[in-house]
């Protein structure tokens, strides 16, 4: 329902009335609205969630692969519900956490949370799960500034985990770019081969010890005044 555009548990009605998806799948009826509700609470106040997970990482054993690369995003879904509050962008709803395989889309672990919890929160446990739940075999992280942590960059370091994280733009991470002298920067270039608008540049930072120096990417371009 989520990925056909569903915002309430009334559309559950729209998956009913798809004949082509019907014969696809083979699946000729659905609860209605009402039943779809009181199943999803008995499972969210109880153990139901617990168990699902450990269904899912029975499922993920046969998935074939390794060394995947694991995307982990908070992702905001807005809602009028009672219980919903504002996230960081000003809407209102939830921000549940995702763990996503880049080379096949699966959903590995997920963890919901309030629209107003910090996506920082809990980054480690949460890639503890996921590596967990598909049978460690995840050897690369990518996430947005949320990991920009110390305590997510030593776990990873410690497990010998390769990660990319977008780097929040602190004064610590300003001071080396700023140290980067100008002949170091080069143009980039696309995909197929051309110069690009924006030039490229990388240098360290000491996230966590002069001794476990982690490579800093930069990019930098000219802002168009109107």
Known sequence: MFHDGASGLEDVRELAEDKAL??????????????????????GSS???DCLWKVMKQLFTNIPGKDFTLDIDATIIEANKGDSEKTYKGTIGYQPMLGIIAENNIDVFSEFRKGNCSPKKGIVNFIAHCRENIGNRISYVRSDSAAFQKSVVKYLVKEGLSYSITAIQNEAVL???????EEAWNIGIDAEGMKTGYSVAETDYAFIGKRNKCRLIVKREKKLHS
Do not use: C, F, H
């Open 22 to 43: 019907q014969k696809m799948i083979d699946i000729t009826s659905y609860p209605g609205s009402d039943a779809l509700g009181n199943w999803l609470r008995r499972q």
């Open 47 to 49: 153990t139901g969630v």
């Open 175 to 181: 001071k080396r770019i700023e140290e980067i002298p």
